[in-house]
């Protein structure tokens, strides 16, 4: 139930800024309120790419440019990518 709480509660507390840096990639800064040595568990996102990226490789880095797992899904035929992130910048890319 902690586990539940503390994923509840940096939901609610962060915010998610997109920046666009060209027609192939773009920058997510996720930020989080809360105290990270209390507040440590990953968010998933969830992003739509656009119409262009779909059937290419899309490419997600941390900060550091290390890549970061992404997972590819499909809702109401619309083509949805996750991934589990703590608060910091991301690079998505095709």
Known sequence: MADI???????AATTLTLERLAQ???RLRLSCSTDSRLF?????LEIKPPQSWIGK??????ADGNAMALR?????GE????????????????
């Open 79 to 94: 083509t949805l990518f996750y991934f589990e992130s703590s608060p910091d910048v991301h690079r998505i890319q095709t």
């Open 24 to 26: 192939d990639s773009a």
């Open 72 to 76: 590819r899904g499909d809702r109401s």
């Open 57 to 62: 490789t899309i490419k997600v880095t941390d």
């Open 40 to 44: 440590d568990q990953p968010l998933t």
């Open 5 to 11: 709480y503390k994923y509840q509660t940096e939901r």
